[in-house]
């Protein structure tokens, strides 16, 4: 399928012959070219959409697009600090990365190779297994008894040739290694406690050590490998990953903007202004992108501002588009609106009733906790409209249906319901609320670009698109 539109889609451009540059639509005077339509259109038209549109449905829905983002800028909605923090978040995420270049990359991981050879001091790198009795140096001197006695105890049991991993795995208190069969890791000097250090590297591989006494406790070490520093091209890849998943990129960049920033005499905010600019005149692509992110967050400042949020506030409307359209709203099956819940006492379920009974329905849930569930919890609950399988206890209680799923615990095994059965669908704009906010926020849009259309003339080009 995929193969199909891709071909499709080449011939029907070869056919219109259109080049990037030409103009597909006008909106207010100013032109879309081909290159950005194309974009949009291939990236809201991909193959797991579900009803694909044509190149010319598609124009509809973007030029009302174009017409809100431009009805936005009017409003100066892109000067507002909010919307230029965000956009400048959004924008960075993919300019930032850029910035820095192969390059320089390279030039950090070769640094930190370089870094990592001159912390060898000539020595080579050891692997050794510990099997650790913590006692501290200020402990009393009991306890650093009782410790010396434990590993006194564990290596008479090697020496007599117990099994190091096994022991290191029921003995160490060093838990982390002990998971390894006491294996510590691969380790240079100055990366652990000198007395340790000292006496893994005097060993021969295979050899076990002594009881050695550090800051921390006793250790017995045994000495696992030990190897020279690998070539860099060996380590390159691996010391890559880590430094990238350390954020390695992340910083070169900051270290630049900020360079660059104190070069010039400018704030690191207008550093990435510029560097958006220029690799956004360089990529295309990359500047689509960038123009998607500016106007996405306008059309929602402004969708949000002038039809969203009024149109979920205003209740007496969302009750008129109720009542218009309450045949499109019907249900298939009974809902049961109210409350489910369960109790640890028998006589809270007749309690919990009264007191639904006599309080308005939007406070249910707070006056249940008030009354219940101040001190500890008492009743657990659930408010909604409830279809059958959805909830147990409503199940069995409200719908009646035999062998329902039990849901109540043992510590709230008094289960009970309060509300209404709706039979023939529902009563209040409230019960669909969702489906009703939706369908008057969706008339309201339409009734909202209908009036920018009549503000800013859009021109299709039919001709291109045919």
């Known amino acids: 399928m995929k193969k199909i539109f891709f071909v499709t889609l080449c011939s029907l451009c070869t056919v219109m012959g259109m080049a990037d540059d030409t103009v597909v639509m006008t909106i207010a005077g100013e032109p879309v070219y081909k290159s950005e339509y194309d974009y949009n259109y291939n990236k809201n038209n991909t193959d797991d959409v579900v009803e694909k549109m044509t190149p010319r449905a598609y124009a509809d829905l973007y030029a009302a697009y174009k017409l809100k983002v431009r009805a936005a800028m009017d409003a100066k909605m892109d000067t507002m600090t909010s919307f230029k923090k965000e956009f400048r978040t959004y924008r960075d995420k993919q300019i930032r990365p850029l910035l820095v270049s192969e390059g320089d990359m390279e030039k950090a991981t070769k640094d930190y190779?370089?870094?990592?050879?001159?912390?060898?001091?000539?020595?080579?790198?050891?692997?050794?297994?510990?099997?650790?009795?913590?006692?501290?140096?200020?402990?009393?001197?009991?306890?650093?008894?009782?410790?010396?006695?434990?590993?006194?105890?564990?290596?008479?049991?090697?020496?007599?040739?117990?099994?190091?991993?096994?022991?290191?795995?029921?003995?160490?208190?060093?838990?982390?290694?002990?998971?390894?069969?006491?294996?510590?890791?691969?380790?240079?000097?100055?990366?652990?406690?000198?007395?340790?250090?000292?006496?893994?590297?005097?060993?021969?591989?295979?050899?076990?050590?002594?009881?050695?006494?550090?800051?921390?406790?006793?250790?017995?070490?045994?000495?696992?490998?030990?190897?020279?520093?690998?070539?860099?091209?060996?380590?390159?890849?691996?010391?890559?990953?880590?430094?990238?998943?350390?954020?390695?990129?992340?910083?070169?960049?900051?270290?630049?903007?900020?360079?660059?920033a104190k070069a010039k005499g400018i704030t690191a905010e207008e550093v990435m202004d510029n560097e958006s600019d220029r690799l956004c005149k360089q990529d295309k692509e990359l500047d689509f992108l960038v123009k998607e992110y500016h106007d996405g967050l306008l059309l929602f400042e402004i969708s949000s501002r002038l039809v969203w949020e009024p149109a979920k506030k205003d209740t007496a409307a969302l009750e008129n588009y109720f009542n218009l359209h309450k045949k499109e709203l019907m249900w298939d099956k009974p809902h049961f609106r109210g409350m489910a819940f369960s109790c640890k006492d028998k006589k809270d379920v007749k309690a919990v009733k009264k007191l639904l009974k006599k309080t308005p329905e939007a406070e249910w849930i707070k006056a249940v906790r008030k009354q219940f569930n101040q001190d500890s919890a008492m009743v657990r609950m659930e408010k909604k409209i409830f279809v059958q399988g959805q909830n147990g206890i409503v199940d069995e209680l409200a719908f009646k249906v035999k062998d329902a799923p039990k849901t109540a615990s043992k510590q709230f095994p008094y289960t009970g319901v309060y509300g209404k059965m709706l039979k023939k669908g529902p009563e209040v704009w409230s019960d669909v609320a969702n489906q009703v906010i939706d369908g008057y926020q969706n008339e309201k849009m339409a009734l909202y670009v209908d009036e920018l259309k009549k503000r800013y003339p859009v021109v299709i080009n039919e001709e291109a698109f045919k």
């Open 113 to 260: 190779y370089d870094h990592m050879k001159d912390g060898l001091q000539g020595k080579d790198l050891i692997l050794p297994a510990h099997i650790f009795v913590r006692v501290m140096q200020k402990d009393p001197e009991e306890m650093v008894v009782a410790a010396k006695a434990r590993v006194d105890s564990i290596y008479g049991l090697l020496r007599n040739g117990a099994d190091f991993a096994q022991l290191a795995a029921e003995c160490s208190d060093d838990k982390g290694s002990a998971r390894q069969q006491g294996i510590v890791g691969w380790i240079g000097p100055g990366q652990t406690l000198p007395e340790f250090e000292n006496a893994a590297y005097a060993m021969q591989i295979g050899e076990l050590s002594a009881p050695v006494r550090s800051a921390v406790g006793y250790h017995i070490i045994k000495l696992i490998n030990r190897k020279e520093l690998e070539p860099y091209d060996t380590l390159r890849a691996p010391i890559r990953q880590y430094l990238e998943r350390g954020g390695l990129r992340d910083r070169l960049c900051r270290q630049m903007v900020d360079s660059t």
